[in-house]
Each structure stands twice: as C-alpha cells, then as structure tokens.
C-alpha cells in the first residue's frame, strides 16, 4: 500500500501565497483555502476587502474536490441537467460546491489535497487554485499531467483554457494578503 503524500506546513504556506500572487496579479481579492488529502483545513487566508462569502466557499471548494476525486468545475459539468452528477448539491445537503475554483493537487497519481479560491469570477478563483497547485513543488508540479485543466493535453499546456462558466461573481479589487496558519 503506498502512502497518502502530505504536504508540509512550508509547502501549504507556499501553494497559499502562490494563490494569492496569482489574484494580486488579477487585481481581485481572495480566500484561499487548503485541505489535506483527507478534506481536513490546513490553511486558510482571506485578503483584506474579500467577499465574506469566500470564507465559506473557498473552504468548501477545496473539501468538494478532494471528497470527489475531481476540480469543481468538472464537477459543475458534470451536475448539469442529464450529467452524471445531477443534483449532487442537494444530495449533499450543500456539503459539496460545483463552482470553479477548487483544484486538486496530486503527487505520484494520489490527491495528496486540493486548493479552493473565492472572491472572482469562476475562471480567476480557478487560475489562482491552479498558481497554487502548481506552487506544491520548486520545479511546478508532483505530478504535471494531473493538475493541467481538464481536456488538456499536457504537451500542449500553454494552448487556451477549455471555457469556463462564469456564475456571476463580481471581481474584486486590491490586495493585501493575511494568512492564519491551520
């Protein structure tokens, strides 16, 4: 049997600033949020000015990730009318999100966590996850090929993003970061 791979507090601490880099970069303000590969809250940081939703929802993105194996806007296409995971939300009792913006990180093949962002629209709190995920090791990635965007072939990583749906958040503007170690 393999072991679970962990990650340490230095390296939570990066993937949660790289995510906050990535939103300061899209001038929008963010909750980042990490949990372990058992859904368990590692670290948590809100930007000054971030929505209060966030606190919520980013937390939320990074467990319903991790508890399905799957990003969460996979997840939201497949909750779609006809999808495979139709009515999951409900199912859950709103335990699980299917927005985009929560991103596994893998190691080896195995989920060793995953990040969850909220604050911009769908597609910004995804690409800060994904600075995030990518942030996990000092060369980018554990494992390359699982972290790239679903339908993505990890040769050609640098062509266009698959679209997105945006769910109607506002971006936020600004940046000052505050993290509170898990």
């Not at 970069?25 to 948590?44: E, M, N, P, W």
């Not at 319903?64 to 939300?89: C, H, K, M």
Request: aromatic letters at 4%; proline letters at 4%.
């Amino acid at each position: 049997m393999r072991q679970v791979p962990e990650l340490d507090d230095a390296e939570a601490d990066r993937v949660i600033q790289a995510a906050l880099e990535q939103a300061r970069q899209l001038a929008i303000k963010v909750s980042a949020a990490l949990v372990d590969s058992g859904g368990q809250l590692k670290r948590f940081a809100r930007m000054d000015g971030a929505e209060i939703a966030g606190v919520t929802l980013a937390p939320q993105k990074a467990f319903s990730a991790v508890a399905n194996s799957a990003d969460t806007d996979e997840l939201g296409r497949q909750a779609q009318p006809g999808g495979d995971l139709y009515g999951i939300e409900a199912a859950s009792g709103g335990a699980f999100t299917v927005v985009g913006g929560g991103v596994l990180i893998r190691s080896d093949g195995q989920i060793a966590g995953a990040v969850g962002v909220s604050g911009g629209t769908a597609a910004e709190d995804r690409a800060c996850a994904q600075a995030a995920a990518h942030a996990w090791t000092e060369e980018g990635l554990q494992d390359e090929e699982a972290a790239l965007p679903v339908g993505l072939d990890p040769r050609t990583a640098s062509a266009a993003q698959p679209d997105l749906q945006d769910f109607g958040q506002p971006a936020r503007r600004g940046a000052k970061p505050q993290v509170q170690a898990g």
